[in-house]
């Protein structure tokens, strides 16, 4: 079974404080995606890459930045939290262009900015 | 852009009882549709996906979805609900290579 490992479940963490966020995929994806989840907003793209060192910002971005220095492993940074930034962050990764698509969801990290 | 819309925040069924979980989508081109569902504390899960082909495509636990060219619609669908069917479901459609863009999400509740 494909397996999305994202490192932390709960994390607590205070206003200005630097946040990094690991998940790892063993499946050789190519693609590999944050998205944070808020209630009646959905799933929000925030950043997304194709392959090692490339990334693309997705449909929210600001405040956020990424590293992909190896291909299993993606990091959602959020350089000076803010509290506007507690969420759900689910990581994701899926096969190339070749596939139609499917994502392949880790548990998902709850942060709390106070 | 491609968008999926889902109307209802909340659906309940009582158990036993068929049960649909309604979507709209908006998109250039040809359409690819997923289905994915969220247990309590959990990501998401694959349930169901419309490429081409049949308008009535089967996925995991039972489920299906209708594909409605004409009403651009891709609802999903279970003949008879089971309570651990009770979760948070997202319509999603493909937005570029492997992006894809979620809806907004429907809480099904299936009553005992």
């Known amino acids: 079974d494909v397996k999305v490992t994202q490192s932390s479940r709960y994390l607590v963490k205070r206003t200005g404080e630097k946040v990094f966020l690991e998940c790892v995929q063993d499946m050789d994806h190519e693609n590999m995606f944050w998205y944070r989840q808020d209630p009646g907003l959905g799933l929000r793209l925030i950043y997304f890459?194709?392959?090692?060192?490339?990334?693309e910002k997705g449909d929210i971005p600001e405040g956020y930045s990424v590293s992909r220095e190896k291909k299993e492993r993606f990091s959602l940074i959020l350089e000076s939290a803010s509290t506007n930034q507690t969420s759900m962050y689910l990581c994701?990764?899926?096969?190339?262009?070749?596939?139609?698509?499917?994502?392949?969801f880790g548990e998902g990290s709850r942060l709390t900015v106070l | 852009a491609q968008s999926v819309a889902q109307p209802e925040d909340q659906v309940n069924v009582a158990e036993g009882n068929p049960l649909t979980v309604k979507c709209t989508y908006s998109?250039?081109?040809?359409?690819?549709l997923f289905w994915y569902v969220q247990y309590p504390n959990r990501g998401l899960q694959f349930l169901l996906k419309?490429?081409?082909?049949?308008?009535l495509v089967k996925g995991s636990y039972g489920f299906e979805a209708e594909f409605n060219k004409s009403q651009t619609s891709f609802h999903l669908k279970k003949p008879s609900a089971l309570v651990s069917d009770s979760a948070l479901y997202f319509c999603?459609?493909?937005?570029?290579?492997?992006?894809?863009?979620f809806g907004t999400g429907t809480r099904l509740t299936i009553i005992p």
């Open positions: 419309y490429i081409t082909g049949d308008n």
């Open positions: 994701a990764s899926s096969f190339g262009q070749a596939n139609t698509g499917e994502l392949f």
């Open positions: 890459s194709y392959d090692v060192k490339m990334k």
């Open positions: 998109v250039s081109g040809n359409p690819y």
């Open positions: 999603a459609v493909r937005d570029s290579i492997e992006k894809l863009t």
